[in-house]
């Protein structure tokens, strides 16, 4: 019997983005569990799981724009190390929304990448 995969959707509700990609995931039948990231944020250990998953550099889902990015005096040459602790201590540097499963995961920018990771 084929195993079901299970994803997890790593969800920001004040996000349009995410809450557009939360409707396409109801309608998607794959089974997920919900993770609001803002009130239940990834800790350094899950980040540095969750960077394997998406095979990029830290800066490559971190929120650059945002306040808490140079608050945390951070720079697009700081190390993963350094903006994975900081996105663990401020979560809302991380990008969004994410999906993962127990293999890989995608950022839903552009929306594209989560139709064709949904695909499998």
């Known amino acids: 019997m084929a195993k079901t995969i299970r994803y997890t959707f790593l969800h920001n509700s004040r996000c349009s983005k995410s809450r557009i990609w939360l409707k396409n995931m109801d309608t998607s039948w ?20 969750l960077k394997s998953k998406l095979w990029l550099n ?15 005096d951070l720079t697009k040459n700081s190390s993963d190390e350094e903006i994975l602790k900081a996105m663990a201590k401020q979560p809302k540097l ?12 995608v950022i839903g920018r552009p929306e594209e990448n989560i139709i064709e990771f949904l695909k499998v």
Not at 30 to 49: A, F, G, I, S
Not at 60 to 72: I, N, S, V
């Open 94 to 105: 991380m990008e969004r929304p994410i999906v993962y499963n127990d293999k890989k995961a």
């Open 30 to 49: 794959k089974k997920y569990d919900l993770r609001e990231y803002m009130k239940n944020p990834l800790d350094y250990n899950d980040l540095v799981e």
């Open 58 to 72: 830290a800066i490559d889902f971190t929120r650059t724009k945002e306040k808490e990015f140079l608050e945390c």
